[in-house]
C-alpha cells in the first residue's frame, strides 16, 4: 500500500466566470494526513472533487503517483470519496454498500467476503452487515462511508467534511479514531475541513486556503505558532491584530509603533520597514496591574469579560484605540479585573509576530471577534 | 360577597355571536371547522360516485328510483349486460388497451427526458423544463383538435383510431412522467452517481445499480397515475376515434347517457374506477414500499402520489 503521493501543478478551476480554485501548487507526499483548511467558498471542495474526478480542472494538473489524473474519469482513479452527506446507497445493506466496489472490480465471492468482513471489523461494525443505512445512526453511518472507501484499498482517501453531521462530542470522539485509522491504514487522507480545530487535531500538514489560493501549508503547530500572513493568523484561531509602522530590525528584533508606544517583536518578519501588521495570540496576552511598568506594555481599559467556561476573555481597549483580547484559563480563583479597570496589557516581545499582509483580510478591524470562537 | 362574584363574571358575558366566534378563532382550540370543512368536501365530491355504484346495482332501468339489488347489469342480463353486450365489451377492451399501450410507451420515454432534462445544464435547458409542462396546462380539447388536424392534415399516415388515440394518450402522459421522475431525481441527488462512479461503476453501471432502483417508485408511481388518466380520458379519444371500433368507455357513457341511460353504464364506469383505483393504489403502495425508512426524501413525490390517489 506504499505511495499515494499526490502533486497538484498549476490547478485552476472556473465554473462561467467564477474562478473557484484560481491555480495551486500543492505537493502530498504519500501516507501522510493532510488537510485542506478554509472558508466556505474558498475552493477546498473543489479541489477535492477534481482529485477525486467529479470535476474536470481548467487547467493544470493532477498527478497521482507521478501520472497525470487530470483527464481520468472517477471510476478509473484509485482514490475513494468519504462524501459529507456519507451518500451511502439507502436501497442496500451495510454489507452490500461496501462490497460495492469489489463486486465492480470483480473481485472473487469469498474475497468480498472476507475483506468487507475485515473492512467492517477496522470501523468497529462488525454485526450490523444486514443494517440499511437509514436504520443507523449518523456516526454509524459515517463508519459505513470510511468502510465502504477503505475496502478497495485506494492509494489515497477523500474525506469532504466528514465530520460536518455530526454532534461536538461524537466529533472529537471521531477525530482521533480517524487520526488513528489512518496512522493504521498508513494512506494519504486528503481531509477538507472549514474547522480549524479539526485540522489542528489530526493533520501531519494544513494548507490554508483562501479565494481559491493556497496562503500557506505547513504543519498544525507552524500555520497556529507562525501564521505568514494576516489570513492565517485571523483563521486559526482568534488573533489581535493591530496596524503598526515597523523601524526595521535592531538585534533580531523588530521595533515597531502602535501609536504612540514602541514596541518591539522578535518573530515573523522583522526586517520589515514601514505599515504592516503585527499579530499577537490572546493566550500569550498578559495582564497586569496598572502601576507595573517595562518593555511592551501598553496602558488599557477594561471593556468586556466574557466567560467561556475554561477561560474568561477579556476585551480590553488600549490607549490608542486599538482592542486587544487576553484569554485568562479558569483556575478557580476569582478574576481580578472587571469591566472598567485600568490595566497594562503586556505582550512580549517573543509572542509578537510581524506580518506580511497579502491585502487578503477579511479583518473587520472594529467589529468584536466573536465570542466563543476561540481555539 | 355579592360584589367579590360579580367582578369576573361580568366579565365572562359574551354574547352569543362572540362565543361562536371566539370558539372558530380560538387559536389555541382544534382546527374543528377545517375539518368540518374538509369532511363537507370529501362527502360532497364522493356522494356522486356512491350513487351512481349504487345504481349499477339497481334492479330496474331506472337510474333514479331503487328497485332493490341486482348484480343482472354486469352479468346476466342477455342483451344489456357488461358481459353480453358487444360494444360495452369492445369499449371496455380498447380502454384497457389504450391505457396499457399508453403505460409501456410513455413511461420509458418520460423516464428517459427526465434523466436528460435533470442532467442537461447550459442554454436551452431552462425553456425546455418549462415547456415539459405545457402538455399539463394545455386545453385538451385544444390538444385534441391540434392532434387531429396533425395526422389528418400533416402526418397523413396516422390513420385515426387506435394508433392516433395510442400517440394522443402517450403525448400527454410524458409530461406527468417526467414531472414525476425529474422531481425524484432532484430529491435523490447526484451524490449516490458520484459514489457509484467513486467505487468504480462505470455510468451505465451507476444507472443500472443506483439510479434505476432509488427512481423505481417514482417510475412506478408516475405508471400508475399514466393508467389513470389514459383509462379516464375522453376529449382525446374522441377527437382521435374512427368510429365504433375505437370508442372507449367514456366515449360510450357519454353516448349512452345522451340516449337512453341504463344501470349497465353506471355498471361500465365502476367498472374503470375499480380498476383505476387498484392501479394506483398499488402504485403508492410500491412506492412507499420502496422509499419507506428513507427519511422525508421524495416527499415532493409522495405528494404526487398522494395526488394521483
Given amino acids: 500500500m506504499a505511495g499515494g503521493e499526490v502533486k497538484l501543478i498549476a490547478l485552476v478551476k472556473q465554473f462561467g466566470d467564477v474562478t473557484a480554485v484560481d491555480g495551486i501548487d500543492l505537493e502530498m507526499p504519500g501516507a501522510e494526513f493532510f488537510s485542506m483548511l478554509g472558508p466556505s467558498g474558498c475552493g477546498k471542495t473543489t479541489t477535492l472533487r477534481m482529485i477525486a474526478g467529479f470535476e474536470q480542472p481548467t487547467s493544470g494538473q493532477i498527478l497521482l503517483d507521478g501520472e497525470d489524473m487530470a483527464f481520468t474519469p472517477p471510476h478509473k482513479r484509485n482514490v475513494n470519496t468519504v462524501f459529507q452527506s456519507y451518500a451511502l446507497f439507502p436501497h442496500l445493506s451495510v454489507q452490500d454498500n461496501v462490497a460495492f466496489g469489489l463486486r465492480r472490480q470483480k473481485t472473487p465471492k469469498n474475497e468480498i467476503k472476507q475483506r468487507v468482513g475485515e473492512a467492517l471489523e477496522l470501523v468497529q461494525l462488525t454485526g450490523l452487515e444486514r443494517r440499511k443505512p437509514a436504520q443507523m445512526s449518523g456516526g454509524q453511518q459515517q463508519r459505513v462511508a470510511l468502510a465502504r472507501a477503505l475496502v478497495l484499498k485506494p492509494a489515497v482517501l477523500l474525506l469532504d467534511e466528514p465530520l460536518g453531521a455530526l454532534d461536538a462530542k461524537l466529533r472529537k470522539a471521531l477525530q482521533i479514531e480517524l487520526k488513528a485509522l489512518q496512522q493504521q491504514v498508513g494512506i494519504t487522507f486528503i481531509y477538507v475541513t472549514h474547522d480549524q480545530e479539526e485540522a489542528l487535531t489530526m493533520s501531519d500538514r494544513i494548507a490554508v486556503m483562501s479565494d481559491g489560493r493556497v496562503e500557506q501549508v505547513g504543519p498544525p503547530s507552524e500555520v497556529y505558532e507562525e501564521p505568514s500572513t494576516t489570513f492565517v493568523a485571523d483563521f486559526l484561531g482568534v488573533s489581535n491584530l493591530m496596524r503598526v509602522v515597523a523601524h526595521g530590525d535592531s538585534d533580531g528584533r523588530c521595533r515597531v509603533t502602535l501609536g504612540d508606544f514602541e514596541l518591539h517583536a522578535s518573530r515573523g518578519e522583522t526586517h520589515t520597514t514601514g505599515d504592516t501588521r503585527i499579530v499577537i495570540r490572546p493566550e500569550r496576552v498578559h495582564l497586569e496591574p496598572h502601576e507595573s511598568s517595562g518593555e511592551n506594555r501598553v496602558p488599557g481599559i477594561v471593556e468586556r469579560v466574557v466567560y467561556l467556561g475554561n477561560s474568561n476573555q477579556i476585551i480590553v481597549i488600549l490607549a490608542n484605540g486599538d482592542r486587544v483580547q487576553a484569554l485568562v484559563q479558569n483556575t478557580g480563583e476569582e478574576l481580578t479585573y472587571k469591566q472598567g479597570d485600568p490595566v497594562r496589557v503586556y505582550m512580549p516581545s517573543e509572542a509578537l509576530r510581524v506580518l506580511t499582509d497579502t491585502g487578503v483580510a477579511p479583518i473587520d478591524e472594529d467589529a468584536l471577534p466573536p465570542v466563543g470562537s476561540v481555539a | ?309
Fill in chain 2, 1 to 309: 360577597m355579592s360584589q367579590a362574584v360579580a367582578t369576573p363574571t361580568a366579565t365572562k358575558e359574551f354574547t352569543l355571536w362572540q362565543r361562536v366566534y371566539g370558539w372558530i378563532t380560538n387559536p389555541w382550540g382544534k382546527p374543528r371547522f377545517l375539518v368540518l370543512i374538509t369532511w363537507g368536501y370529501i362527502v360532497w365530491s364522493i356522494a356522486p360516485v356512491l350513487i351512481a355504484i349504487q345504481f349499477s346495482f339497481n334492479n330496474s332501468r331506472s337510474l333514479t328510483v331503487w328497485h332493490g339489488f341486482t348484480t343482472k347489469w354486469y352479468f346476466s342480463d342477455p342483451v344489456d349486460s357488461i358481459w353480453h353486450n358487444a360494444s360495452y365489451r369492445g369499449a371496455l377492451n380498447q380502454s384497457l388497451k389504450l391505457a396499457a399501450l399508453d403505460v409501456l410507451i410513455a413511461t420509458p420515454i418520460g423516464v428517459m427526458l427526465a434523466l436528460g432534462l435533470a442532467r442537461w445544464r447550459g442554454r436551452g435547458s431552462g425553456a425546455s423544463n418549462f415547456l415539459m409542462l405545457f402538455p399539463l396546462v394545455t386545453p385538451e380539447i385544444v390538444m385534441g383538435v391540434s392532434l387531429l388536424l396533425l395526422f389528418t392534415q400533416l402526418f397523413t399516415f396516422v390513420n385515426t383510431g387506435t394508433l392516433a388515440q395510442v400517440l394522443g394518450h402517450v403525448t400527454f402522459s410524458i409530461s406527468y412522467v417526467v414531472v414525476i421522475v425529474r422531481g425524484r431525481l432532484f430529491s435523490i441527488g447526484r451524490s449516490y452517481e458520484e459514489a457509484a462512479a467513486d467505487l468504480g461503476a462505470s455510468p451505465s453501471a451507476a444507472l443500472r445499480l443506483v439510479l434505476m432502483p432509488l427512481l423505481l417508485p417514482a417510475i412506478v408511481a408516475s405508471a400508475a397515475i399514466v393508467f389513470a388518466i389514459s383509462i379516464d380520458d375522453f376529449v382525446i379519444s374522441q377527437w382521435l376515434s374512427n368510429g365504433a371500433n375505437s370508442t372507449t368507455v367514456p366515449m360510450l357513457i357519454y353516448d349512452a347517457t345522451r340516449a337512453t341511460p341504463l344501470p349497465s353504464t353506471d355498471g361500465l364506469a365502476t367498472v374503470i374506477m375499480t380498476i383505476t383505483l387498484i392501479t394506483v393504489v398499488a402504485g403508492v403502495a410500491v412506492f412507499r414500499m420502496f422509499t419507506r425508512g428513507e427519511g422525508g426524501r421524495g416527499s415532493a413525490v409522495d405528494d404526487v402520489a398522494g395526488f394521483g390517489m
